[in-house]
Nanobody, 115 residues
Framework: VQLVESGGGLVQAGGSLRLSCASS????????MAWYRQAPGKQRELVAR???????TYADSVKGRFTISRDNAKNTVYLQMNSLKPEDTGVYYC??????????WGQGTQVTVSS
């Protein structure tokens, strides 16, 4: 299984970014997909999750600002991030969990929000 993130970058506070994670090597539609982030000196934390049935979960800190979605035809999960804040800065990782217990991580993409 391979996960490749893209879309990170530098943005001013209040701006938007869309992250993408392309998956290969697995039947994408059956997997739960998630985005995690890790800020310098902090533990990796869950940002958003979407199940195979498209049920979503968000961290309280991003509710109303971030939206996770998936396109099973493109084997891709997205994270639309609006109204970005400096505290959203970190490395964002794509995560896959299969119904059979397989867990996979992407290499991460840096998001930096300037004040």
């Amino acid at each position: 299984v391979q996960l490749v993130e893209s879309g990170g970058g530098l943005v001013q506070a209040g701006g938007s970014l869309r992250l993408s994670c392309a998956s290969s090597g697995t039947t994408f539609s059956i997997n739960t997909m998630a985005w995690y982030r890790q800020a310098p000196g902090k533990q990796r934390e869950l940002v958003a999750r979407i199940t195979s049935s498209r049920s979503t979960t968000y961290a309280d800190s991003v509710k109303g600002r971030f939206t996770i979605s998936r396109d099973n035809a493109k084997n891709t999960v997205y994270l639309q991030m609006n109204s970005l804040k400096p505290e959203d800065t970190g490395v964002y990782y794509c995560n896959l969990v299969s119904p059979f217990g397989l867990i996979s991580w992407g290499q991460g993409t840096q998001v930096t929000v300037s004040s």
